[in-house]
Structures are given as structure tokens and as C-alpha cells.
């Protein structure tokens, strides 16, 4: 199978300090991911400022006395010298820079900085403006489907499609937008009705607790995982509480490249070559199951299987049965095809 692409998201967890998403960074090189994955917008262009912040918004901050989504994301906005300067240390640290525009600014900005694919978020994926936008850019597009339809996905891949994309440069990502996610709202085979439905890569957005369910995912067929990580679950913003400390996310990614080795195989049932010689230990052959003597007529009675395999094997032991001993055995002797007649 091909490799998973890995996007580690730092997103907001850099809570608007650059040393802590320099740390971001690091983490998610550290631990092998293929993308290292921050949010572009300017707060005045995303949101009014009446706007109310989320129900897991204001639980994942809470004692904090605004509760606005403004003032909230006023204070989580990068630059674009940010910008600049984290995918610098980015390419530095061997990891490959990526950002979720959320308005066209934010779009046009991330192109010129050359990123291999736009990423649409959940939110947007009803915005039909911004997808012809992100489309006429002409780049592979990763659309995530959170609280979506099958369709609502229909109808963004339409727009997705007729403002010039193939359906060969789209990927869509199952997605739950609740922070954390329940694991009984995952609905997982949810991808694969989408893979089904549209003819179309799928992969898996995970704001679950923990990494089964994104490990899962890849051993049904996600080719994109993406999956929200912080220094610690503890500190302030809306985002820490579902995502994963540094530990756990080396961790979902070595299992990930794990289940990627255990699906690489042909497909044909057959002894693998780690195995083979543990077969005749395993495995049994007939050995006499007591003193018999000469002349004896044989029955299944006079037959056990034991290990090691290295004789014949009880699969054979109805060729044996009703043959004549021509000499005496004794208990514990291996059967061989020149004791009878």
C-alpha cells in the first residue's frame, strides 16, 4: 500500500506565541509526521464580532471571561511574517509546512507561499465562494467533512469540480467537529461509504481521545490522517483538550507505519518466511500409542499425534488405517511407511 500521509495539526495550540509553535514543530518532526499543520485567518474576516464562541470552545477555556469566537481568535492569529518564519524552521527541522486557510486573503497568501495542497476545513465546506476560490488555484485539495451530509459532500464536490479540479486531486476526510469526539460518534465506516459513494481517496480527520481510532482508519483505507497534537493537554485555548501530547503522537505515528507493514503483504494465504521453521515444532506427526506387536491389523486406536512434525501426518491416517504391522513397535516410536505391509 501506498504511505499514509501524516499531518500533525498544531492548529491553534501555539495559543499566539511563536516559541511555542517553534516547540510545535519540533514535535512533530520528532515523531515522524509528514506535515506540521498551523491555521491562517484574520479574525476580522472570518468572524463578527457578535458571534458566540462554541460549546466545547468555551468548556475547553474555561474561566475565561470573553466569550466571543473574536476575541478568541484575535488572539490566535499568526502573521505573515509568522508564516514566513515557521515554514523556514519547518524546512530546517526536515518536516514539511502546512496551513488551513479560512478566508480568501488567507488563501491567496498560502499559495504564494507554495504549500503542496490546500486543506478545507469543515466549516467551510457550504461556502461555495470560498471552494470555487480554493479550486482555481489549481492544487490537490484535502476537504474535511465535519457535521456534513453525504449531500452536502455531493454538492461541494460539484463546485469542487466545475471551478477545475479533477477527482483524482481530491481527497475527503471523514470528520466529527466535536472536541474531543465521543467514540460512539465516530462512525468510521462513514469513510468508507464516502470512498464508495464518490469513487474518491478518503482519509480521516481525528478529534478523538487517543490514537486507535486514526490507526483504524488506516487499516480501512485512509490514505490522510490528520490529527491534532499540543505540548500539554492542560495548557489554555480551545484546541489542547482533544489532541495529543507529544508521547502519544510518536506513538499514533509508529503504529500507523506498523499497520501500514501488516497491509503491504500479496494477499495470498501461505507460510511467510519468519515461520517456515517453526513449522515442524509446531506442527504434529503419528507416533505409535503403545506396544504393538507384529501381525497387529491397525485402527486409529493405535495411532497419537504428537510434535515434532518431521514423520507423517495425521492427515494421513486414513491411508494407514487396516494395514498390518510386520514387526513389533513400542510406545512412543514415530510411524514410518516401511513398518507395515
Known amino acids: 500500500m501506498s504511505k499514509t500521509i501524516i499531518i500533525a495539526e498544531a492548529g491553534v ?60 481568535l484575535k488572539r490566535l492569529e499568526l502573521s505573515e511574517q509568522h508564516h514566513y518564519e515557521l515554514q523556514e524552521y519547518a524546512n530546517q527541522k526536515g518536516i514539511k509546512f502546512l496551513s488551513t486557510g479560512f478566508e480568501h486573503d488567507s488563501i491567496n497568501f498560502l499559495d504564494e507561499l507554495g504549500l503542496d495542497f490546500f486543506k478545507i476545513p469543515s466549516g467551510e465546506i457550504t461556502n461555495k465562494p470560498y471552494l470555487k476560490h480554493v479550486a482555481g488555484k489549481g492544487k490537490p485539495v484535502v476537504l474535511s467533512t465535519g457535521m456534513a451530509s453525504l449531500k452536502e459532500i ?72 490528520e490529527k491534532h497534537f499540543t505540548l500539554d493537554k492542560n495548557l489554555p485555548g480551545p484546541d489542547h483538550k482533544a489532541s495529543l ?24 494465504k501461505k507460510p511467510s518466511p519468519s515461520e517456515k521453521k517453526n513449522k515442524p515444532m509446531v506442527r504434529k506427526s503419528l507416533f ?9 491389523v491397525l485402527e486409529e486406536s493405535h495411532f497419537i499425534a504428537k510434535r515434532p512434525a518431521t514423520g507423517i501426518s495425521p492427515m494421513r491416517i486414513d491411508d494407514l488405517l487396516g494395514k498390518t504391522l510386520k514387526k513389533e513397535v513400542n510406545e512412543g516410536d514415530p510411524v514410518e511407511h516401511n513398518d507395515f505391509s
Open 288 to 296: 505409535y500409542s503403545g506396544a504393538i506387536p507384529a501381525g497387529t
Open 13 to 72: 495550540n501555539h495559543n499566539g506565541d511563536m516559541a511555542l509553535a517553534k516547540q510545535l514543530i519540533n514535535v512533530a518532526a520528532e515523531a515522524g509526521a509528514d506535515y506540521v499543520k498551523f491555521q491562517t485567518f484574520k479574525a476580522d474576516k472570518l468572524v463578527s464580532k457578535s458571534a458566540k464562541q462554541a460549546e466545547y470552545q468555551v468548556k475547553n477555556q474555561a474561566g475565561q471571561s470573553d466569550d466571543s469566537q473574536y476575541g478568541m
Open 154 to 225: 455531493d454538492e461541494a464536490l460539484e463546485v469542487l469540480e466545475e471551478a477545475g479540479l479533477q477527482r483524482e486531486d481530491i481527497t475527503v476526510l471523514h470528520c466529527n467537529t466535536e472536541y474531543p469526539t465521543p467514540i460512539e460518534d465516530v462512525n468510521l465506516k462513514a469513510m468508507l461509504t464516502i470512498r464508495d459513494a464518490f469513487k474518491i481517496n478518503v482519509g480521516y480527520s481525528d478529534h478523538t481521545m487517543g490514537i486507535e481510532v486514526p490507526v483504524a482508519a488506516v487499516a480501512l483505507g485512509a490514505t490522510i490522517i
Open 245 to 268: 501530547e507529544p508521547a502519544e503522537l510518536k506513538a499514533m505515528v509508529q503504529s500507523i507505519r506498523n499497520i501500514e507493514l501488516a497491509l503491504s503483504g500479496d494477499g495470498r
